[in-house]
């Protein structure tokens, strides 16, 4: 640790004293910290749950298993768990050329305030004999601290091995990850403040080594850092009800209650810099009961001259038989939160919020004065072995651990298929992968998702969100859309919109074969099945000849153009070459015309010929290479109840994503069907949709489908059986509108009841401050977590459905001579209007 230059003050009798000369730390070894009064101190870094997203049971579970962890650590060690809350900005990390939307989002994100979060566990043992210190009696106040013994190998042994046991109960329940602390870790370097350091001068997470004196007369100062050091100190001042949960009353309905840890409103949702300690200390439980049982005699004796004595008597009584009955292993505990801010006119409204936190948990709020300083030095990694002991209750383990902090803050993926949303609390950006580190995990075993949100949930951003960030990534992305909700998209993006007007109608051409590509069986099969669905109706089977001669047909039109390469592959040349030179070879093959009637053939697909009704549909001379095309929008609006132009549409639509599905070997692919999947399974596509959700996991593939009615996700056997059976993830918006008959949803979607909870608490209490829509994504089951979908003012424009809106984009689009131009301009005068009216 650096402290060549940091001095510390605690009275007038001592004045910048340098701090080595105060440090209760002998010395780090073998990755402990050795005190020097004997202790041994071993300090982990404590990976805990996300806030928000446990259930009641499992906090009772966390709360058992952290009960079964500190058993088994032996008497007289201590535990201590020390959270360290400081407040943070959001900045950008540089990861090279970002795109124009990303690059946005991070100018609206840029400064965002946030509470961050470390937690690290220490376990300390103090040697045999040791004298326990109390407010008179501690290494503050003496100027030279001698060990009373050195370090015994074989009880260094036992203890690690309890250590061991202890982390290996925390680390196997799921709940916590914990990784010891090396040396360096411990202590510091040039590069990086260590824990020891981390405490001294409130430096948090990750800090650099900045050296600060440090106060305690009278208050505690480190440096320019103001304090207030709160306690729960006193049976008192503790709240008559403790447990492993409390409701949230702001997420909680009529019909569900919303579950944080009891020690909540003073950890991640207390807003302030605050470190909160935690300590149990583990005594001789034999000895503690004979003393207990020696101070109920005493009061047995004086409760004839005080109420206050009897009073004290049946309370020890009470706790002596709660012990013994219960098996209940008694403790000491003692809970403290170090608040701080740098602007000392601050200081009033800092205590009122404090105050108000700890009246949350029904605990008087104890504003500590004399004893401050002791009991902040006490709290020095290592050096809880000279904590105060009259500043300690006497309680059991089960209770002791409900004053544990059981959260931290959401944690952003590393994962290179991750995307921006936003931390619940604040609004954080954070990275978050719901497609391949689910997989890698367990969690899911596919990659299809199902997404449900009303009209006004912001669904229509959300998924613009996801397909823009997984565009991106690289991924190749085929859209069924009805509503237009891409086509802002589509443009920034520069994709291919298909969609059907009346001075421009909607064309492909599944006859071209673009440069290198090959005519596969694949690519025949589709052409097949269109030929026969153009020819056959709905009803209507076709012979085993018939599908013999058309499959002929097409191999011998491709021969054809093989050997007359100035002929335009299309419907029209192949329509030419089916009547005039096919017949010929029906001919030579004798066949007859009720195996196939050529005729007849002609005659019903001759309206896709070239002067016919529909002799712009397959006949495209533009839009041909769709297999490299990234960003396709397939726009049905027009043309969904079509009887002729539908079906065709929806085959192109499957010709072109099973290709892209079978054809692009180790590239993501992403099928999303908007509220078209209604009328597609209405076309005869059921069987289709069947076989893409059950086969694109295989091909690195994701199927999406997007629909806003719970009735028709409830009457719908195709949603039932072949969408959501296969949809691993789960996303759900704003359902509040439901919640009467929510139940009906929770069973078709196979959700829990921690999973209710969470979908009924989305937008329950958004900050009305900013524009945000919150969206709950549940991966195979087994995690659930509800975030914020929050965009910048360029995001906003790139993805809104609003008609009014996307005619000014359009506008601005077209009067600045592109998309992004376009939207770059609307949004700076949109941002300079704001601040017009801010001013």
């Known amino acids: 640790m650096q402290s060549s230059n940091v001095f510390y003050s605690a009275g007038s009798g001592r004045k910048g004293i340098p701090i080595e000369k105060m440090l209760p730390i002998s010395k780090l070894e073998h990755d402990a910290i050795l005190s020097m009064q004997g202790d041994i101190t071993f300090a982990y870094q404590a990976i805990l749950p996300e806030i928000f997203s446990l259930s009641d049971k499992e906090y009772e579970e966390f709360h058992q298993i952290l009960i079964k962890a500190i058993k088994v650590l032996p008497k007289h060690s201590i535990f201590h768990k020390q959270d360290f809350f400081s407040e943070r900005s959001f900045q950008p990390k540089d990861q090279g050329r970002k795109s124009f939307l990303n690059q946005s989002s991070d100018r609206f994100f840029l400064g965002r305030k946030y509470l961050d979060h470390s937690c690290t566990i220490m376990l300390t043992k103090q040697p045999a004999g040791r004298r326990l210190s109390s407010s008179s009696f501690s290494n503050i106040l003496r100027s030279s601290i001698v060990p009373r013994q050195g370090i015994d190998q074989i009880l260094l042994d036992d203890f690690s091995d309890k250590a061991g046991q202890f982390c290996r109960i925390l680390t196997d329940s799921g709940f916590v990850q914990l990784r010891r602390l090396g040396n360096d870790e411990l202590s510091g370097s040039k590069e990086k403040a260590g824990i020891l350091e981390k405490y001294c001068f409130l430096q948090g997470q990750d800090g650099l080594p900045v050296l600060q004196d440090i106060h305690l007369n009278q208050e505690i100062r480190v440096g320019d850092k103001n304090c207030l050091l709160y306690t729960l100190a006193d049976a008192e001042d503790l709240p008559g009800f403790c447990g492993s949960r409390v409701n949230y009353d ?189 997989v890698k995990l367990g969690l899911i075993s596919n990659r299809n998702k199902f997404i449900l949100g009303p009209s006004g949930s912001g669904k229509s951003f959300f998924t613009n969100h996801m397909v823009r960030s997984y565009y991106e990534m690289g991924t190749h992305i085929v859209l069924v859309d009805v509503g237009h909700s891409y086509k802002g998209l589509c443009d920034l993006v520069g994709g291919y919109y298909f969609t059907y007007e009346e001075k421009k109608p909607i064309c492909f051409n599944p006859f071209f074969l673009s440069e290198g590509d090959v005519l596969d069986t694949e690519k025949k099969e589709s052409i097949k099945t269109l030929l026969l669905a153009l020819w056959k109706k709905d009803d209507e089977l076709y012979s085993r000849s018939e599908y013999v001669a058309v499959s002929d047909a097409v191999t011998l039109f491709f021969e054809f153009l093989a050997l007359n390469p100035d002929v335009f592959p299309c419907f029209n040349s192949f329509y030419a070459f089916v009547r005039d030179g096919y017949s010929a070879r029906l001919l030579e093959r004798q066949v007859k015309e009720k195996e196939f009637d050529l005729a007849n053939f002609l005659y019903v697909l001759n309206p896709y010929f070239q002067g016919g009704e529909f002799d712009y549909l397959l006949n495209s001379r533009e839009n041909l290479n769709l297999l490299k095309e990234r960003f396709i929008v397939f726009e049905l609006d027009n043309v969904k109840d079509h009887p002729v132009l539908f079906p065709v549409v929806t085959l192109i639509i499957m ?123 549940s991966l195979g089951g087994q995690k659930s977590k509800v975030f914020r979908t929050e965009v910048s003012t360029e995001e906003y424009f790139a993805y809104t459905t609003e008609e009014t809106e996307k005619i000014k984009v359009m506008r601005y689009a077209l009067e600045q001579g592109s998309m992004e131009k376009g939207i770059a301009r609307l949004a700076a005068e949109i941002r300079k209007e704001k601040a017009g009216l801010a001013g």
């Not at 706790?319 to 939160?337: C, D, M, T, W, Y």
């Not at 992403?670 to 949709?689: D, R, S, T, V």
């Not at 999406?704 to 296969?726: G, L, R």
């Not at 209710?756 to 524009?771: E, F, V």
């Open 655 to 777: 010709e072109v994503f099973i290709s892209k599905m079978r054809k692009l070997k180790g590239v993501r692919k992403m099928i999303l069907i908007e509220e078209a999947w209604k009328a597609i399974a209405k076309e005869g596509m059921a069987q289709y949709i069947k076989y893409l959700f059950k086969t694109v996991r295989k091909f690195f593939g994701e199927a999406i489908v997007v629909t806003q009615e719970v009735e028709d996700i409830i009457s719908s056997p195709i949603v039932k059986q072949a969408i959501i059976n296969n949809s691993d993830c789960k996303i759900l918006l704003d359902q509040s509108k439901y919640q009467n008959k929510f139940e009906q949803i929770q069973e078709l979607l196979g959700l829990t009841e921690k999973e209710k909870a969470q979908i009924l608490s989305i937008n329950k209490a958004n900050d009305p401050r900013l524009n945000y829509r919150e969206v709950f994504i």
């Open 250 to 438: 702001k997420y909680s309905t009529d019909k569900t209650r919303f579950s944080t840890g009891f020690a909540s409103s003073i950890g991640l949702l207390l807003p302030c810099n605050h470190i909160m300690n935690q300590y149990i200390f583990i005594q001789d439980a034999a000895k503690t009961m004979k003393t207990l049982e020696s101070k109920r005699l005493r009061l047995q004796s004086l409760s004839a001259y005080s109420r206050e004595n009897s009073i004290a008597r049946d309370a020890t009584h009470d706790f002596l038989n709660e012990a013994i009955s219960g098996q209940r292993l008694p403790v000491k505990a003692h809970v403290n939160l170090l608040v701080w801010t740098e602007d000392k006119a601050s200081l009033p409204e800092l205590k009122t919020l404090v105050s108000s936190a700890l009246v949350q948990m029904d605990a008087s709020p104890k504003l500590e004065t004399d004893g401050a300083a002791q009991i902040f030095w006490s709290g020095l990694p290592g050096n809880e072995a000279d904590f105060p002991m009259n500043d300690t209750f006497d309680t059991f383990l089960e209770q002791a651990t409900c004053f544990l902090n059981l959260e931290s803050g959401y944690r952003s993926s590393k994962s290179p298929s991750a995307f921006r949303l936003g931390e619940r609390l604040n609004g954080r950006p954070v990275q978050v992968d719901i497609s391949d580190e689910p």
